[in-house]
């Protein structure tokens, strides 16, 4: 496809950044632990909304910090809405995020207070732009959205894309089996957290991703 005119740079880059986004998926539910990060939210009294770091993509936790302790928070979910939260300061505060990309938001309920809390969370795929810019795919799964791009390429030209189907397909089957064997020995762990202090009622709790 040298100097094809069926496709220009920017539909490439436009396919390529789409394919990473799907690799980025399957990255991360192989592994959680690519792309993990934390960022720090300052809270004050009486404002119950925090917006995001900016690469934010999914999150891993929220821990109440107080000196050189950290004290987990649950998440907030619609059956915490069937009665009154407690506002006592005392109690940690559950967190529930919303929105979607620069208007996505961290809510506390009840009031946070004003403490430091730390956000753990996956970040965003990076977005190649430039000609150098360069992506780290972990055991060759680059290869996955680089095929992925060919294929499309090929058959916006109505050219054959059967050979490099079927790269894709053992490609594929790889990044696969490598994300089900995370999740079944996912299934395999159970990491509990006892919180000394700050009761709420239950104060053990599962972490999941």
Known sequence: MENTQFVTDAEINAWLNEALCELWDKMIRADPDIGYTTGAITTVVGTPSYTVPADFYKHRGVDRVSGNSRFPLQQFTQADRVGPLPTSRE??????????GSNTRIWFDPDPGAYSYTLHYVTACPVLTADADTFDGIDGWEKWPILTVAITMLNKEKSDSRPLQ?????VNATVT???????????EQDIAIVRPSFRRGNSRRILDW
């Open 166 to 170: 079927l790269e894709l397909k053992d």
């Open 91 to 100: 109690v940690l505060p559950r967190f529930v995020i919303r929105g979607n």
């Open 177 to 187: 089996t490598a994300v089900n064997d995370s999740r079944n020995s996912e299934r």
